[in-house]
């Protein structure tokens, strides 16, 4: 009773402070938050919201008479564009391969590495180490791999048999894609394997124990122990990442730079490729909405089935 | 032990051998052909290691190149960078980790939602948003831009480290008379050091990487950054070998030296801006 008197005495004395006072503590919160968003606002807000105005004006860096509103004749020209039909398939299967490969080898090594270990710290940060690499150098690197100059592959799949004579498949328009591909999954391997493992590592070790005491065996174990539990982790991340993946144009301007004959451009890679040779930033801007367009369709999807799956339940 | 029990346990350590080894394989190359002059570069091309070794391509690319400039602007791009998003990503993390109020679900909207977008999206519109400031071809621009992108995720990493700190601290420290942004300073920041470094280090090695906006934002050899310089040291000389790896090893350094550095802090970093962002 006293205590609840004191509350309210409390409460009435807050209610009491000088309205400078108050209002002092009121903004504090949004004082100590407003350098990081009015930097947000202005180079990332602002410029999304003129990027998506440049989709409906024609925008020619070079050429000082464009600037007009358009309408809608970039994506009249877009729904007539070869190339950009073929870098939107591109996409899906430099997307798919790319976070099906990562995530199935990253699942693979955060389990192994979840077992503990003679010298696992040492391991760990050495797997780990890709990640550090920046992505453009993990692009060159990989790229002077393929290169039957100084590059060993050629010679391997040589000697294995599968290539007739030492060639650079970054140059074969049937093969390219995949260069950009490995080099993506040797890089995104780490990304998965950290985050599972941190999930794994928080799985209460009793219930493994108390699985094994009623009989389960280590592939039963997984199905009704681990699973469940990274399940939330495995959405959440594989998400982020096809969207991540999908925008991520480095390695492949990098290593092909869309060729030979577009052969390997993706979407993002044909916005840059867009903007920054053809300077042509109203085409560019167009095509970059599409692809927002889609890869928000995308999530919205994946939203709208989780909850139906959470649903059934 | 039984039979089983052996197998299971090689089967372990060889599959982990063959991670330590596709991880590292290609990095070690990279080295080795970095050190193989250039006389035994193509008689030797695909021998595991060089019969002789030599230091020749990284004197050629500390002395008669350009890198040395690139390393510098890079440097002093990706240090600004890491330190400007510190000190703001701590300020606007504290505010999530500490206060409630109205506009908190709005300002984490907006910094998930920069997370989401493509920012190759941005490419165009930024570049003629800072062209009339004279911004282009300067370090100033890319310091902002790089600042503003790495800001969200770095505001969600300190957010996680402050929320793992009592708050009784900073209370007691108030009730003593101290304000609450002293209390901040001289009691909460001090013990979020080991965050402060791990955040220095994630964004330094994002500013470090990053290609498209500096590829398409700066023209000219002077305020070049790494990646800039490398790529169009390649494109122009792609026959010296030896050189441009010389080059991909040096600009690897900082990079793994940071990488040590956060190493620790990877599993609980990661983790954190997964599940918030």
């Known amino acids: 009773m006293a205590s609840h008197a004191a509350a309210r005495n409390g409460g009435a004395r807050r209610d009491q402070r000088p309205l400078k006072k108050r209002l002092a503590d009121a903004s504090a919160p949004y004082l100590y938050s407003a350098p990081a968003l009015i930097l947000i606002v202005t180079v990332m807000l602002v410029p999304l919201v003129l990027g998506i105005s440049y989709a ?16 809608l004749d970039h994506f009249k020209t877009l729904s007539q564009d070869q190339n950009f039909y073929r870098a939107l398939k591109n996409t899906l299967w430099w997307t798919g391969w790319s976070v099906l490969l990562q995530f199935v080898l990253g699942l693979i090594l955060a389990l192994l590495l979840d077992k503990p270990f003679a010298g696992r710290a040492i391991v760990q940060a050495l797997v780990f180490l890709p990640w550090a690499v920046p992505s453009f150098l993990a692009g060159l690197n990989w790229a002077w791999l393929f290169n039957p100059v100084v590059g060993p592959i050629p010679h391997w799949l040589f000697s294995l048999g599968l290539m007739s004579e030492p060639y650079n498949i970054l140059s074969d328009p049937q093969l390219s894609m995949w260069g950009p591909i490995i080099a993506n999954v040797w890089w995104g391997i780490p990304f998965f394997a950290i985050t599972l493992l941190a999930a794994l590592q928080a799985i209460p070790r009793d219930l493994y124990e108390a ?14 122990i681990t699973l469940p539990f990274l399940a939330p982790t495995i959405a959440i991340t594989v998400l982020l990442r096809t969207v991540w993946i ?7 301007i990098v290593m092909t730079n869309g060729g030979p004959a577009d052969r390997s451009q993706i979407v993002a890679s044909y916005i840059f490729t867009q903007a920054f040779k053809r300077l042509d930033f109203g085409y560019a801007s167009a095509i970059a909405l599409v692809l927002l367009a889609l890869l928000i369709t995308y999530s919205m999807l994946i939203v709208i089935l989780r909850q139906w799956l959470l649903s059934k339940d | 032990m039984t039979g089983k029990r052996i197998a299971s346990v090689l089967a372990h350590r060889l599959a982990i051998l063959a991670y330590v080894v596709f991880a590292l394989f290609p990095l ?119 600042t503003a992108f790495n800001v969200p995720f770095a505001t969600f990493l300190m957010q ?17 008379g101290a304000t609450q942004f002293v209390a901040f300073r001289q009691i909460i920041l001090p013990l979020t050091l080991p965050g402060i470094a791990a955040t220095l280090g994630f964004v330094f090695t994002a500013a470090w990487s990053e290609l498209l906006f500096s590829l398409m934002l700066i023209s000219g050899n002077d305020s070049a950054t790494f990646p800039v310089g490398l790529l169009s040291f390649v494109s122009k000389f792609s026959v010296d070998f030896g050189q441009m790896m010389a080059a991909g090893v040096m600009a690897l350094i900082p990079a793994c030296l940071f990488f040590l550095l956060i190493q620790r802090y990877l599993v609980q970093g990661l983790t954190a801006g997964a599940v918030k962002g």
């Open chain 1, 211 to 224: 699985a094994s005491i009623d009989g389960a065996g280590p592939v039963q174990r997984f199905i009704s």
């Open chain 1, 246 to 252: 999908s925008n991520f144009a480095d390695l492949i």
């Open chain 2, 28 to 146: 070690y190359w990279l080295l080795k052909v970095s050190v193989t002059p250039n006389k035994l570069l193509y008689s030797e091309g695909i021998k595991m290691w060089p019969s002789q070794t030599s230091f020749e391509h990284f004197d050629f690319v500390l002395k008669h190149s350009e890198f040395p400039t690139f390393f510098k602007n890079s440097l002093i791009v990706s240090g600004s960078t890491a330190i400007i998003v510190t000190v703001l990503a701590s300020l606007a993390g504290y505010a999530m980790s500490r206060f409630t109020f109205r506009g908190k679900y709005w300002i984490v909207t907006l910094m998930l939602l920069t997370q989401m977008f493509p920012l190759v999206m941005l490419v165009a519109p930024i570049f003629k948003m800072l062209s009339p400031l004279g911004l282009t071809n300067s370090l100033t621009g890319l310091v902002i831009v790089y």
């Open chain 1, 56 to 71: 409906f004006r024609d925008i020619q860096l070079l050429n000082p008479f464009s600037g007009g509103f358009i309408g």
């Open chain 2, 160 to 176: 996680s480290f402050f929320d793992g700190i009592p708050k009784d601290l900073e209370e007691a420290a108030m009730i003593d």
